[in-house]
C-alpha cells in the first residue's frame, strides 16, 4: 500500500509559488494498478518522487507498507563515472540481491554488447534508457512506478523483450502511471485518478476520470 495522509509539496518558481499538492489525502492500495492524469507542468514527476521516497513532503506523512520502484526512467541511483557492470554490483548490494545475477540479467535485457564494460556516463540517452530499464527489471517491487509511460529507444529488440517482461510483471505486481494522456493509461489500467488543484481525484474507471480531465482542459 501506498498511502498520502495530509501531504503538501510546493516549489518557488521565481515568481509564485507553484502547489503540487495542498493537504491530500488517498490511498493506493495493492492489486488495483492507478493511472495518474494530469497536464503537464503540473508535478506529474515530483508525484511520483513523493511515492518512492526520492522526494519528502513539505508536510504529511507518506506510507509505504510494500516494495516500491524507483521511477522508470530515473538515473539518480546511477554512477556516472562507472561501468554498467560496476553499477549493476553497486545495485545489487543496496538491494540485497545476487550481483551476478543482477549483471547477467541486465547484459541480456540491454544487450549493450561492449559498452557494458564502459562508463555508463559515456552512453547515448537512448543507452541509458535501457540501461535503467534493465535494472528496474532486474528487481522486484510490489509496486512500479512510472512517469508518462515506458522509454522510447530505437531498439526494437529492446522493446520487444523489455515490454514483454513488464506486462508480465504486472499480472502480480501493481503499477501506478501519471501521463497527460488518458491513451497512455489504457494499457496499464482501468481505474484512475486526476490532479487537480492540488488535489488528487480518485474514480473506479478510467472513463470518468477522463470526463473531468477533458472539462478541466476545456475550461482552461
Not at 555508463?120 to 517491487?141: E, K, N
Amino acid at each position: 500500500m501506498i498511502e498520502f495522509r495530509g501531504v503538501s509539496k510546493s516549489f518557488w518558481t521565481g515568481e509564485r509559488r507553484k502547489v503540487i499538492l495542498d493537504r491530500a489525502s488517498f490511498r493506493v492500495e495493492p492489486g488495483r494498478s492507478l493511472g495518474i492524469l494530469a497536464p503537464n507542468g503540473t508535478g506529474k514527476t515530483t508525484l511520483v518522487n513523493m511515492m518512492s521516497g526520492l522526494e519528502k513532503p513539505d508536510e504529511g506523512e507518506i506510507i509505504r507498507t510494500s516494495r516500491v520502484s524507483f521511477p522508470l526512467g530515473y538515473m539518480g541511483g546511477m554512477v556516472s563515472r562507472l561501468t554498467a557492470v560496476e553499477n549493476c554490483w553497486f545495485i545489487a548490494r543496496i538491494y540485497d540481491k545476487d550481483p551476478d545475477y543482477l549483471e547477467a540479467f541486465c547484459r541480456w535485457v540491454c544487450n549493450l554488447e561492449e559498452y557494458f564494460d564502459m562508463p555508463v556516463g559515456t552512453y547515448s540517452a537512448g543507452m541509458q534508457a535501457r540501461f535503467s530499464f534493465a535494472l528496474l527489471l532486474a528487481l522486484d517491487f510490489d509496486f512500479y512506478l512510472i512517469d508518462e509511460g515506458m522509454p522510447s529507444t530505437t531498439d526494437v529488440e529492446f522493446n520487444r523483450k523489455a515490454g514483454h517482461i513488464l506486462f508480465e510483471r504486472l499480472k502480480t505486481a501493481t503499477v501506478v502511471i501519471v501521463s497527460h494522456q488518458a491513451a497512455t493509461l489504457e494499457k496499464f489500467c482501468k481505474s484512475a485518478a486526476v490532479l487537480r488543484h492540488g488535489q488528487l481525484h480518485m474514480f473506479d474507471t478510467l472513463e470518468e476520470a477522463k470526463a473531468l480531465y477533458d472539462y478541466e482542459a476545456q475550461s482552461a
